[in-house]
Nanobody, 127 residues
Framework: QVQLVESGGGLVQAGGSLRLSCAGS????????MGWFRQAPGKEREFVAS????????RYLDSVKGRFTISREDAKNMVYLQMNSLTPEDTAVYFC????????????????????WGQGTQVTVSS
């Protein structure tokens, strides 16, 4: 059974940085795109970033472009989200996600295409 476990969330001041990590187990992720979503209180879950199964193709939510960087380390079944220049609008629960094998990074922009979810990690940015 595929399991994704996020870590690295916390409280940070505006302008600060956090690095989220996602550890995968119970499956082979090297052939699947991986991504991050977030959900703020009272809002729908939204796509944040994804990375293709070869690591060379990435996609980002417009509002995080230039501030967030997604990366993967297949040898360790790890995915990361480096978040810089954080703003209060980035406050949300962040979820790691795995897509279907051999799907494209852009395919993960739709939550219904996600095959596995992590439990989420809270990110709070204070003003």
């Amino acid at each position: 059974q595929v399991q994704l476990v996020e870590s690295g969330g916390g409280l940070v001041q505006a302008g600060g940085s956090l690095r989220l990590s996602c550890a995968g187990s119970g499956g082979t992720f090297r052939n699947a795109p991986m991504g991050w979503f977030r959900q703020a209180p009272g809002k729908e879950r939204e796509f944040v970033a994804s990375i293709g199964w070869r690591g060379g193709n990435t996609r980002y939510l417009d509002s995080v472009k230039g501030r967030f960087t997604i990366s993967r380390e297949d040898a360790k079944n790890m995915v990361y989200l480096q978040m810089n220049s954080l703003t209060p609008e980035d406050t949300a629960v962040y979820f790691c996600a795995a897509g279907a094998c051999f799907a494209l990074a852009q395919d993960m922009a739709v939550p219904s295409t996600v095959k596995a979810w992590g439990q989420g990690t809270q990110v709070t940015v204070s003003s």
